[in-house]
C-alpha cells in the first residue's frame, strides 16, 4: 500500500466517485461479452442474419442464465452476426468508448476465434479488427489494449492446435492465450501441449478456472498449464491450502462479481467470496466478463461489489485497483505511471475530506 496516503481520512461517501475515477485495468473481459443487443440487431441487418429473437427487448428477456452453459448457448448464438473485419472493429470500438468513461487506462481482451472460424469466418477479419480497434484506442482515447486469444476448452486439444497454426501469422497482434468455455469436464490439463507451445513462442498464459470446476482445476492451470493469472478462481475458497499458496505466490485472479451472480456462482453479492479473498492476501482484481449478458461494466461491478460491503472504505477501493494494475501484462514503467495517478488521486480524496468519516 503507499504509505502515505491516510486512507482513513476518506469518508465512505467519498468512494464511489474514487472507484469511478481511479485509473484501472481490465484483465477478464470477453469482446464477444460485450456485445449489446442493439449491436447485434444493427449487424443481424447489415449482414443479413436472421435472428431468433423477433426484438431487442425479446433477446433480453432471454437473459436469464442458470448456469454457465445456459449462457454459453446464448453469447454464442448472439455472437453469430460478427462476419466481417469491421463487424469486429465496431465491437470493441463501442466496448473501449465505454471502457474510457470508466477510467480504464488498460484493458487485456479475450476474443474466442474458434467461435467464429467455425462459421467460415477468416481468422485474419477477427485478429485485425480487433487488432485496428485497439491501435484506436490507444491513439484516441489513450487506452492501452492488448488481445488475449482463447481455446474454447469443450472442443479438442487438436482444434486448438490447429486455432494456433492459424493465427500464427497474426502472432504480433496478440499478446497471449486463455482458456474459457465449458469447464467442468474439460480440465485445464487437456491443453497441456498446446500451453507448451504457447510458451515456447513466449505467449503470455491464463486459464479461466474455478469458476464451477473444482479448486483441483485452479492447481493445473498453474502446475500444467504456467498460467501467470487464474481467471475467476472464486471456488479457491474451498481449499485452505490452495488459499495458503495463492496468497504466498502472489497469483492474481481476475473475479467477476456480477457474472458469478448471474451465473448463479454465488446466490448474491453479499455471499461473493471476493471479501474473504482479499482478506487472505490473494491479489484479486474486478473485471465484468461478460458486460452486456451480465448486466454492467467494470465500474458497474465494484459500485455493486461495494454496495454489498458496508465496511469497504478507500483502502480497500485502492487495493483492488492497484491490483488491476499490478497484474496486467502492460510494461512496468506504463504501470508505475498509473500507480502515480491511483496514488494522487486518493491523496488528494485524503486531503480534501477533512477528515470526517
Ligand atoms: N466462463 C467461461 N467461458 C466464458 C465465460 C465465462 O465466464 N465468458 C465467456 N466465455
Ligand atoms: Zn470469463
Not at 433480453?60 to 469486429?88: N, P
Request: hydrophobic share 50%.
Amino acid at each position: 500500500m503507499a504509505a502515505d496516503i491516510d486512507f482513513d481520512r476518506i469518508p465512505r461517501s467519498a468512494v464511489p466517485g474514487l472507484l469511478a475515477r481511479a485509473p484501472k485495468a481490465e484483465l477478464h473481459m470477453h469482446i464477444e461479452g460485450s456485445l449489446e443487443p442493439e449491436l447485434i440487431f444493427a449487424l443481424a441487418a447489415r449482414n443479413g442474419v436472421a435472428l431468433r429473437h423477433a426484438s431487442i427487448d425479446a433477446l433480453r428477456a432471454a437473459y436469464a442464465f442458470t448456469d454457465l452453459q445456459s449462457f454459453l448457448d446464448i453469447y454464442y448464438a448472439g455472437a453469430s452476426v460478427l462476419l466481417h473485419e469491421q463487424d469486429f472493429y465496431d465491437l470493441a470500438w463501442a466496448y473501449f468508448e465505454k471502457a474510457a468513461a470508466d477510467n480504464i487506462v488498460h484493458a487485456e481482451l479475450f476474443f474466442d476465434p474458434q467461435t467464429h472460424t467455425a462459421r467460415g469466418v477468416p481468422i485474419g477479419a477477427v485478429i485485425e479488427g480487433l487488432s485496428r480497434a485497439c491501435a484506436d484506442a490507444r491513439a484516441r482515447l489513450g487506452v492501452s489494449a492488448a488481445l488475449i486469444l482463447c481455446f474454447l476448452r469443450h472442443l479438442s486439444e487438436e482444434d486448438a492446435l490447429a486455432t494456433l497454426a492459424q493465427a500464427l501469422p497474426y502472432r504480433g497482434h496478440f499478446i497471449g492465450v486463455g482458456l474459457d468455455s465449458a469447464e467442468r469436464g474439460h480440465p485445464p490439463g487437456k491443453f497441456q501441449r498446446v500451453f507448451a507451445r504457447c510458451a515456447a513462442l513466449g505467449l503470455r498464459r491464463v486459464a479461466h478456472a474455478g469458476e464451477e470446476g473444482p479448486p483441483a482445476y485452479i492447481e493445473e492451470a498453474l502446475d500444467l498449464l504456467g498460467v501467470a493469472r487464474i481467471d475467476h478462481g472464486v471456488r479457491a475458497v474451498e481449499s485452505p491450502a490452495l488459499m495458503a499458496r495463492l496468497a504466498r505466490e502472489r497469483v492474481p485472479l481476475t473475479v467477476c462479481p456480477l457474472s458469478n451472480v448471474k451465473l448463479r456462482v454465488v446466490p448474491d453479492l453479499a455471499a461473493h467470496p471476493l471479501p474473504q479473498m482479499l482478506a487472505a492476501g490473494l491479489a484479486v482484481t474486478v473485471n465484468s466478463d461478460d458486460p452486456a449478458y451480465f448486466g454492467g461494466y467494470l465500474n458497474q461491478n465494484l459500485l455493486a461489489l461495494f454496495d454489498a460491503q458496508p465496511r469497504w472504505g478507500a483502502r480497500e477501493a485502492y487495493r483492488l485497483a492497484r491490483n488491476s494494475l499490478e497484474a496486467s501484462f502492460a510494461p512496468p514503467p506504463a504501470q508505475a505511471a498509473w500507480i502515480a495517478a491511483l496514488d494522487a488521486e486518493f491523496r488528494q480524496a485524503a486531503l480534501w475530506s477533512g477528515g470526517r468519516p
